[in-house]
Structure formats: C-alpha cells, structure tokens
C-alpha cells in the first residue's frame, strides 16, 4: 500500500530491528528520543535540494536546532532513495525511499537507528514528490505542525 512505514517492535534491547528486508521500530523508544533531543543534523545526497529544503522544514518543525560547531548533533535526519530491487509488494508498488533517524551514541559515526520511515509507492514518482510525501507522512505520524515544536 502507498504510505506505509515502519511498524513497532517490542524489542527493548534495540530501538530497530532488520527483518524480511524492512525495518521495524520501537515507537514509545523513539518518541522518548525525541522529546529529549535538542540539536539535529541531515545527511542526503550531495546534490538533492528537494531532500535538503524538506528536511530543513521537519527539523525546524520540531523545534531542533544545529549542533554547535564540532559537537555532533543528538539526532541525524538521513533521506535517501531506496533501492528499486529491494522490496517490491503485491500492488506493484515498492519501497523507494527511507528517512532514518540516528541518535548519537557514545562513539563516531551516525550512532544508532532509532527510526525508519519508508516511503512505498510506484517508481515512477519524481525524486521531489516522493520526498515530500515521505516528510508529510512523517509528519502526519508524529502530529508535526511546521513551525511547531512536536515536544
């Protein structure tokens, strides 16, 4: 079906699990997150303005800021396309776009996943619609408001 995304998982160990190809989330795990993250980053790729604009809106959204320079931010907001091999549904529609969030860990890096909302639809969307969609459905998710704090 177009729009679905994650589902919660009951596992406290970990707030994602990798299975049948699709992540699962825990989603008490992550709003917790959430309500205590102050800073935020985005990663997409190096030349993906739609991607960059709309996660600059979800961010703002949820009343985050920028980590300072040289601090790492709690939360990293990743969009990317998704393979089209990857997962395909009955509907003939498939998994073309994932947004993850990453909170910052004690070591380098992203740190660990803590969501991942998946966009599913036909492949023949243009790059910035499905990003839009992607960002609205999260947004719908999670009550994000623009200009809102979700905390």
């Given amino acids: 079906m177009p729009g679905q995304t994650s589902t919660e998982t ?12 699709q992540y699962t989330c825990n989603l008490a795990s992550f709003q917790q997150t959430l ?8 990663q997409t790729g190096p ?7 709309q996660l600059k809106t979800l961010i703002a959204a949820l009343g985050l800021a920028a980590p300072a320079a040289g601090e790492p931010a709690d939360l990293t907001f990743l969009l990317v396309p998704v393979d089209p091999q990857a ?4 509907t003939g529609d498939k998994q073309i776009a994932a947004l993850h969030v990453f909170a910052h860990g004690p070591g380098p890096g992203r740190g660990d996943l803590v969501w991942a909302e998946h966009f599913i639809g036909p492949e ?7 990003v839009n969609r992607l960002i609205t459905q999260f947004k719908a998710r999670f009550h994000i408001r623009d200009a809102a704090k979700a905390k």
């Fill in 35 to 42: 309500k205590q993250a102050k800073t935020a980053a985005m």
């Fill in 87 to 90: 997962v395909e549904y009955n």
């Fill in 10 to 21: 009951t596992s406290i160990a970990s707030a994602c699990k990798l299975e049948s190809n």
């Fill in 47 to 53: 030349v993906d303005p739609a991607a960059q604009n």
């Fill in 124 to 130: 023949d969307i243009p790059w910035p619609i499905v």
